[in-house]
């Protein structure tokens, strides 16, 4: 099982492919001949459509051998297309290749499936965005205070630092990295019911 995350194309007639799949993680291929008119791939290889591969070599590119159609593509339209394109994106940053991620794969079908029934986009990315985070090694701790080790406050303000997580909010400290304890408690149980918070979850 796979998705395309990205396609360009390559000399003539094919197209080098950065896939997700299920089993592999991140897989560079290259489709001979996907861009010939009477192409088996012709058609295909589209971002958001579940397909399964198979492909053979070494080295950073493999071949494509087979694609087949793996479900129904997602109808993504306006908005939920560059919600799509984006996360692919962060996928296409922060996976190695051949580094697999099955939990994240089953994460992002569900994310993907969820956008074309018209789910809530700003929740849909939050959300995915923490469980990306999380299985690559980097989960944030949105539950106690990085230098006291006590739960977080609602009614308190925190200054959330990349590298250590929330600490206790300075007066005068940049509005830009402090939070409530009530978001950031939120964030974490992806609660988020209000404009303010899912504004914070993108901040």
């Not at 001979?32 to 492909?55: E, M, T, V």
């Not at 965005?129 to 230098?147: K, P």
Request: with cysteine; net charge negative; proline share 5%.
């Amino acid at each position: 099982p796979a998705y395309v995350l990205h396609a360009r194309a390559y000399r003539e007639t094919s197209q080098i492919l950065e896939t997700f799949t299920a089993g592999f993680g991140r897989i560079g291929l290259i489709a001979r001949g996907a861009r010939r008119p009477k192409s088996a791939f012709r058609g295909l290889l589209n971002p958001f459509q579940p397909l399964r591969l198979s492909w053979s070599g070494r080295g950073e590119l493999l071949t494509l051998r087979e694609a087949d159609l793996g479900g129904i593509a997602a109808d993504l339209v306006g908005d939920q297309v560059l919600a799509g394109f984006y996360v692919n994106e962060l996928l296409m940053k922060l996976l190695q290749r051949g580094d697999p991620h099955p939990e994240l794969f089953v994460h992002y079908a569900t994310l993907i499936a969820e956008i074309g029934q018209g789910e809530p986009l700003e929740l849909l990315l939050r959300r995915f965005e923490l469980q990306l985070l999380s299985e690559i090694g980097y989960a944030l701790d949105l539950e106690r205070d990085a230098f006291n080790h006590v739960p977080l406050q609602p009614d308190q303000c925190y200054e959330f630092r990349v590298e250590d997580g929330a600490v206790p909010a300075i007066d005068g400290e940049s509005d830009d990295s402090v939070f409530s304890g009530a978001t950031l408690l939120a964030i974490g149980r992806m609660e988020l019911v209000n404009e303010n918070q899912l504004r914070d979850a993108k901040r």
